[in-house]
């Protein structure tokens, strides 16, 4: 494919907030927190409507390389195109330089809230390890069942903006219990770390003290509802995520 039509291609999907599809021989450098490089060979390039932009070779699930919320644009170089992503806070780039592209495709692909994700009581952890990014965008994970002195952590993760975050789960309603587990956790890792920690609370529902408590402390919620079965054989379903806190007066006047 000529990398001037590449170009133009890739232009009119990122006009139209389309889904990118870019495959082809590139190298690919990465300047932020640290600095790395891909050396030249085969990929596929994936950009979407919510300015994400992440790079794929044919082995793993998970991205070699990606940036979320950033700008997105695409040149013409000496006998290269280059597609850059950029952003200013924290300062980070990712640059794929392409010496020829196999193909551009744009789908147009509706955004939509409507989550259906199915696994035992055993895999929900996993599905959410598998992409964090249904809680928060930019949140990728770092570890699972993290050990503490008194407990162990769910799922410690990173923010878009450089801050560990720490994500408790609750099968059933989270009580006060359940928000001063995740503070202590929070705190735990603030002290092994060094560093700014966030704290975000996943349950069906939070009981009023245990809400007064969260607001207090400056953590998170985030309504998670799923269905559990008794079997082995058969799935647990996450049915629906809210990811927009509710406030100590909306959820007293929810309850009434």
Known sequence: ???EKAKE????????????????NCFVDYLGRATSRLPKGKRLVLIKGDNSISIHQNRLVRPTNYMVGSRIGCFLGDGTLIIKSTKTKPAESLTATFFDVHGV????????NDLRLSG?????????MGDLTMIEPGLKPLNQQQHFRKGIADI?????????VVIELKRREADFASVTQLQRYMRE???????KTRGILLAPSIRKNALELLEQSGLEFAKLDF????????KA????????????????????
Not at 9 to 21: A, P
Not at 105 to 112: D, K, L, P
Not at 237 to 256: C, F, N, S, V, W
């Open 156 to 164: 410690i993760a990173e923010d878009k903006d450089g801050n560990l």
């Open 1 to 3: 494919m000529e990398l």
């Open 237 to 256: 379903k996450i049915t629906g995520l809210q990811t927009k806190q509710q406030t100590l007066h909306e959820h007293i006047r929810r309850a009434k």
């Open 9 to 24: 291609e890739i232009e009119r999907g990122l006009i139209n907030k389309s889904m990118i599809v870019v495959v082809g």
């Open 105 to 112: 495709h744009n789908y147009e692909i509706e955004a939509t």
């Open 120 to 128: 035992s009581e055993r895999d929900l952890n996993e599905i959410l």
């Open 227 to 234: 269905e559990l079965t008794p079997s082995e054989n058969q």
């Open 189 to 195: 890792v603030e002290r092994l770390k060094n560093i």
